[in-house]
């Protein structure tokens, strides 16, 4: 790699876990770092359901021991180690999680200032919540003072950008880097017939099955529609609340099959199967997966992260748990397939050309040398 994509220095990352999905973009980013990438990270809590990985290509690992303190809206969570490990890496440069409820953060930021380093926050941004004024003010408050702390700061999105932005932070630091997990797509995207096969539209959702995915709203919306809309519905993944939605599909819309976990090459003819991709819960990076097999989609809104990615020409948003509005842009979708090819050949387009793990290793080294030239100045350090 040449130019701005290829990154000089030695590289830390902490994560408070390292999700399975985030593997091929550490190990696209470790490629970049010609000084080398070391990255931080401990075990989620039991009934996050999160599968973490305990290897990544090219990365040096460095095992945190993650405490869970209280929970909900309240939690917290220190990391054990985590001076440690920047004594052993020694990183000339640190990206970390911009998240204020991690009470060990403050310290990396403290040593890495003290070594001559830069540190990068990377998060979704500092959306407002419900609560008295007094605690919003004491919120903002402290956010503020927390990003201070930042040489620069990557937004997973357009709108995480603007609010950092909102509280202060300078927006010529700020980059926007979209959550990727598939790479540039190798060839051409998938044809499908202008019309359904044998006449019965798919519509797929792909994902961990728990509560907050919403799956058996997507269950309901698809035995209100009309029965010439119906669709065959493939539902990919496991966890907690399979049981729960098999006997829900039983008991209202026997249309649906559970074809359990699935990765990599094995989700390929899954995806090549559907006319409409649908996640109708918080979350869901599948979604990036699905536009890169040409799929139109749907998403419920949330933290902004699916704004970028889903469009008009490509899809739509829908409120969260509103049963009504996905039975209704359900049947908006499914009743013109014509259109649905059109949304997804630009589906394609946008994984092609702007969101892939292509650009955002290239965002996160543009990040890195923005926040270098901020605080030593436009030269190019030598790795040590």
């Known amino acids: 790699m040449e130019g701005m994509t290829s990154i000089p220095w030695r590289v830390g990352v902490q994560q408070r876990v390292l999700p399975t999905y985030r593997v091929p973009f550490f190990t696209a980013l470790a490629r970049a770092c010609a000084g080398g990438l070391s990255l931080f990270a401990g075990q989620p809590r039991p009934q996050e359901a999160i599968e973490s990985a305990c290897q990544v290509e090219g990365v040096t690992l460095y095992p945190a021991r993650n405490l869970h303190l209280l929970g909900g809206p309240v939690y917290l969570c220190w990391q054990c180690g985590l001076r440690t490990w920047l004594e052993v890496w020694q990183p000339q440069v640190l990206i970390v999680e911009a998240n204020p409820r991690y009470l060990s953060t403050p310290t990396a930021i403290g040593w890495m200032k003290r070594h001559g380093g830069v540190v990068i926050g990377w998060g979704l941004g500092a959306p407002g919540g419900r609560a008295p004024a007094w605690l919003a003010w004491a919120r903002v408050a402290w956010r503020r003072r927390f990003l201070k702390a ?48 044998n006449g019965q539209p798919t519509v797929l959702f792909v994902g961990r099955l728990q509560a907050r995915k919403r799956v058996d709203v997507l269950i309901r919306a698809c035995a209100g529609l009309p029965a010439v809309l119906q669709p065959r519905l493939l539902i990919v993944g496991d966890g907690p609340a399979r049981p729960d939605l098999e006997a829900l599909a039983r008991a209202v819309y026997p249309h649906t099959e559970f074809l359990g976990a699935r990765h990599g090459e094995a989700l390929r003819p899954i995806f090549e199967q559907a006319d409409l991709f649908v996640l109708p819960g918080t979350g869901g990076l599948a979604v990036q997966q699905a536009m890169a097999h040409a799929l139109p989609v749907i998403v419920a809104v949330g933290d902004g992260t699916q704004e970028d990615l889903v469009r008009p020409t490509n899809g739509w948003h829908v409120p969260p748990d509103d049963l009504p509005a996905l039975t209704g842009v359900l049947a908006e979708a499914l009743s013109d397939p014509l259109r649905l090819r059109r949304m997804g050949a630009e589906s394609f387009r946008i994984v092609d050309e702007e969101i892939n793990l292509e650009s955002m290793v290239a965002t996160f080294a543009q990040a890195i040398h923005l926040a270098w030239a901020y605080r030593h100045g436009t030269g190019d350090a030598p790795c040590t």
Do not use: C
């Open 150 to 197: 930042f040489d620069a700061l990557i937004a997973y999105s357009r709108r995480g950008a603007a609010e950092y932005a909102a509280l202060g932070f300078d927006p010529a630091r700020i980059v926007v880097a979209p959550n990727a997990v598939a790479s540039r797509p190798a060839g051409a995207p998938p044809m499908r017939p202008p019309e359904y096969r």
